[in-house]
């Protein structure tokens, strides 16, 4: 079974590489933006280089104000729009067909 950290690589890779970024664009050191955020120089450092991957929605927050961004920036996904696997969205799909099927035969 996969770790629920795992779940999502790519906002995974997204978010660390955009930690990096961003907080070279600020001008800011590790120690800087772990101050702002409320948390460790070593954990920032962890974040960047994808070590750790199941950071907290306080410190994910935490860390938008410090580098002073939107949360769909951070993560790099929309998050007014619902996030699911590609397993759920081939159920939801699936769900949808049917559905349309039934409807159009008049079998409601």
């Not at 906002?11 to 772990?34: F, N, Q």
Request: with cysteine; proline share 3%; aromatic share 6%.
């Amino acid at each position: 079974m996969m770790a629920r950290a795992d779940r999502n690589p790519v906002i995974t890779t997204h978010m660390a590489t955009y930690i990096h970024v961003r907080r070279r664009e600020l001008g800011l050191s590790l120690e800087e933006v772990a101050t702002r955020a409320g948390s460790s120089k070593a954990h920032i450092w962890a974040l960047e280089r994808r070590k750790s991957k199941n950071p907290t929605l306080w410190l994910i927050l935490a860390l938008c104000d410090a580098l002073q961004c939107s949360l769909n920036a951070l993560i790099g996904q929309d998050v007014s729009q619902p996030f699911y696997t590609e397993r759920e969205m081939a159920l939801i799909d699936a769900h949808r067909k049917i559905f349309r099927s039934e409807g159009a035969s008049g079998n409601e």
